[in-house]
């Protein structure tokens, strides 16, 4: 009886497994064309984005000489492309060798993205689960003390996101590349101090991108700089990048330095060792280009052929913001615009955000003697790379001055998002709603919450009324598309014009269950002669013509002070109407220097003179001057 129960408990355990492995490795199914990916619709983007290159040129040559440094090299990459690249200064002061884009420098903490990489490429392999407790690994840590009861403990995805709870070691890790395996065991056992219980906080910590080093090898068999050479660095290309010095021929090494009583002196280079996988990689300016152009390739999600040492899925995955490290909003100056910069912490990436881009991704890196910084901007397919002999580098600035340089070409634009076959074939069901309603049609298109958030009959009079009050409409509007199931157009019609907005329900198929009109009037004369006072006021202030434009009640000292303080927006001009019915009420977009207004307006029928002013500022800019 005890071996039949033994036999039925293996049975099931296998079955279970079995099953596991059976949905695991179920089939996925894919709807070729039915998201087409984002692209960009400017056929001059290239050309003109080259046109800021000789202006970046000049912006490299003064920041060479304001930061010191004894050499450097800067690149730019366009759509997976090193379109410029730049050098100044030696790569070592005793034989005053240039620095070349082959130079070779080490890249300090940007290695932290590779040990990523190597990570993700272990876990899509079925090697390890990034969940995993890390002590399954690192036999060393299974004894860790920590700091309270409550504590999970640490898996990998903690520290591939700088929160398990190690203080930030940035002084001391810098130092720390060189120590041994056996020297690194020791210190695990006994015991590392916590800042933080893990899971709780983002703290920087390079000992914790060491441990992850020794995942690497644990998991793969392999040791983590072999691993990483095999698995990433040759399979793109990366031929000068080495996490060994002696490897790189002598005449292309870049000697790293620091400024000491007004003289370079030389830091003493540390070796590969335990704590290589955080900070110990070197690599030249084609290979570092190539390697960001990888990770800007895994943009837009496609159906195109998988390319690269992992999944272009995986690569994105590492350019996620997973961990918050915060948000500031600020001014450089009292005077200054506002600014905001959010900071999150990917995987082995980091991920922010500022008044002009929702998305970049960056990291820098520093060590004595050197100091490297890759960003771009995976929206925009623009990346930047720049690598210093010199501790830290200083590259921010650098990098800030030609990302504006390019702006000034008017062609950094993101790529468009491109309607999903199912949204355009809602939009043209929509539209002819518009011109005419038809219940059978609107029965059709309709998800089974649209009429009950609003009933048919008050929806369809909603349209009979927008029929009468604008004409026929033209159906041929080009969709302003947010994502593959949403988006927004703008119908002209015989008279005026309507906003449209849908979003699309998850059935299959998609059918509508948010629709949004808007009935938008051209302004009339009165009204243009009002906004036009307005406009002028703006620029500047005129009691007794304020006082003229009012309608009794208007209240003027609010008024007033609500236009000195749109002064940082600088000088207005009026732009389309974008709502109102053009005679009583209207809202219309300002087109300003620093950013964009909206002023509502509310006239008196009878006499022709302002009720109401408000200004509105623009949703569609995320930072206000």
Known sequence: MRHARRLITILTIFFLLVSVVCVSGAQRHFSTGAMPPPRFVDPERARKLAAALPEIERQFAVWFERYRRPGAVMGIIVDGELVWVKTAGVQDTQTRAPVTPDSVFRIASMTK?????????????????????????????????????????????????????????????????????????????????????????????????????????????????????????????????????????????????RLEDNAWKSEGLLAHGSFGPMGGLWTSARDLARYVAFLMS????????????????????????????????????????LQLSSYSYGYGLSVTQDCRHDYIVSHGGGLPGYGSLMRWLPEYGVG??????????????????????LHRTGALQKRVIQPSPALLAAQRDVSQLVNKWDDALASRIAADNLFMDEPAPRRAAGFKELAERHGACRTDAKIDAENALRGSWKMPCERGWVNVSITLAPTSPPRVQALHTQSVMPPSEETNKAMESVVRLLGSWDAKAAEALAAPGLDLERMRRQFASASPWGECKAGEALSGDGKGESLIRLNCANGRLGVRLSLDTATRRLKSSDLLASRLDRCVP
Do not use: C
Not at 228 to 255: C, K
Not at 384 to 405: E, H
């Open 384 to 405: 930047l790379i720049g690598m210093a002999n010199v501790t830290y580098g200083g590259w921010n600035v650098m990098f800030n001055d030609a990302v504006t340089a």
């Open 298 to 337: 895994a943009f837009p999600p496609r159906d195109d052929p998988e390319r690269g040492p992992i999944s272009r899925a995986s690569a994105r995955e590492m350019q996620q913001a997973w961990r918050a490290e915060g948000t500031s909003v600020f001014r450089n100056a009292v005077d200054a615009p």
């Open 113 to 257: 993205s590779f040990t990523a990489m190597a990570v993700l490429k272990l876990r899509d392999e079925g090697k390890l689960s990034l969940d995993d407790p890390v002590s399954r690994y690192v036999p060393s840590l299974a004894g860790l003390p920590y700091p309270t009861k409550d504590s999970p403990a640490i898996t990998i995805r903690h520290l591939l996101t700088h929160s398990e709870g190690f203080p930030e070691d940035n002084p001391w890790g810098d130092r720390q590349l060189a120590q041994s395996d056996e020297t690194m065991r020791g210190w695990m056992r006994a015991g590392i101090p916590f800042s933080n219980p893990p899971g709780v906080a983002f703290e920087y910590s390079n000992y914790g991108f060491a441990i992850l080093g020794q995942v690497v090898a644990r998991a793969s068999g392999r040791p983590y700089a072999q691993y990483v050479r095999d698995e990433i660095l040759r399979p793109l290309g990366m031929s000068a990048s080495t996490f060994e010095v002696s490897e790189i021929p002598r005449e292309r090494v870049a000697a790293g330095y």
